[in-house]
């Protein structure tokens, strides 16, 4: 069964300090990953994206991500935070090819604070 | 610029009352979503179309019908509601053939339930 785990909840960190979001799934064939940020009363817009290739790829406002295959993870990654980096973070994950493609599986959500 | 429009952001009903929630995308994207959000469970797939007067479960589609009579145009409808409908629901689009991979979403409706 497809399914994304986002260990999570909720993470605090102060602005200017790293942050890395922990996203792990279960998927049966080989999947699309994407991470989308839901700002306050917003709809979600995505982030970054993997489909192939090179494993560390690179998103908007600073964002990257990193997929291993092997520990079947796709953490989120940013080297300074912003203020304006608060907000609620999404994983998710599609089907590669098929019926099936643009249907997403999300994870339940972390949700970033940041103190200024 | 890409534009997926939810009509109600905010809806106040009755138990037992029928409810509709429209979604409009003025991009020709045959791909439309319905999600519902609830705080600590994500986004729940609850119908799904890839095609005008086509429609496919998801998730949790119980207590809940869909209708795409046009192709910019997908609604999601609450029969009778119920209390335990009370939820976020966030509308999305994609284009059909070559997938970017990107979901277009909506600002969301959120729905109470009395």
């Known amino acids: 069964a497809q399914s994304v785990t986002q260990p999570d909840i909720h993470i605090t960190v102060s602005e200017g300090a790293s942050l890395e979001l922990r996203c792990n799934y279960s998927?049966?064939?080989?999947?699309?990953l994407f991470w989308y940020v839901q700002s306050p009363g917003q709809g979600l817009q995505l982030l970054l994206k993997y489909f192939s290739g090179d494993t560390l790829v690179q998103g908007i406002k600073g964002f990257e991500a990193e997929f291993k295959r092997s520990q079947s993870s796709f953490n989120l990654r940013k080297p300074s935070v912003h203020w304006s980096d608060a907000a609620e973070y999404f994983c998710?994950?599609?089907?590669?090819?098929?019926?099936?493609?643009?249907?997403?599986?999300f994870g339940r959500g972390t949700q970033l604070t940041v103190w200024p | 610029d890409v534009k997926v429009t939810q009509s109600s952001r905010y809806l106040v009903k009755r138990t037992g009352e029928k409810v509709f929630l429209e979604c409009v995308q003025d991009?020709?994207?045959?791909?439309m979503f319905w999600y519902r959000q609830d705080p600590g469970l994500g986004l729940r797939l609850i119908y799904f179309?890839?095609?005008?007067?086509?429609?496919e479960k998801g998730d949790i589609p119980e207590g809940y019908s869909v209708s795409r009579e046009k192709k910019e145009r997908f609604s999601l409808i609450l029969e009778s509601a119920s209390t335990n409908q009370t939820s976020m629901y966030l509308c999305?689009?994609?284009?059909?053939?070559?997938?970017?991979?990107?979901?277009?979403f909506g600002e969301g409706s959120r729905l109470t339930v009395l």
């Open positions: 998927y049966g064939a080989t999947p699309y």
């Open positions: 991009m020709d994207h045959e791909n």
């Open positions: 999305a689009s994609t284009p059909g053939g070559k997938w970017t991979g990107e979901l277009f």
């Open positions: 998710a994950v599609g089907a590669s090819r098929g019926s099936t493609l643009g249907r997403l599986y």
């Open positions: 179309s890839y095609d005008v007067k086509m429609k």
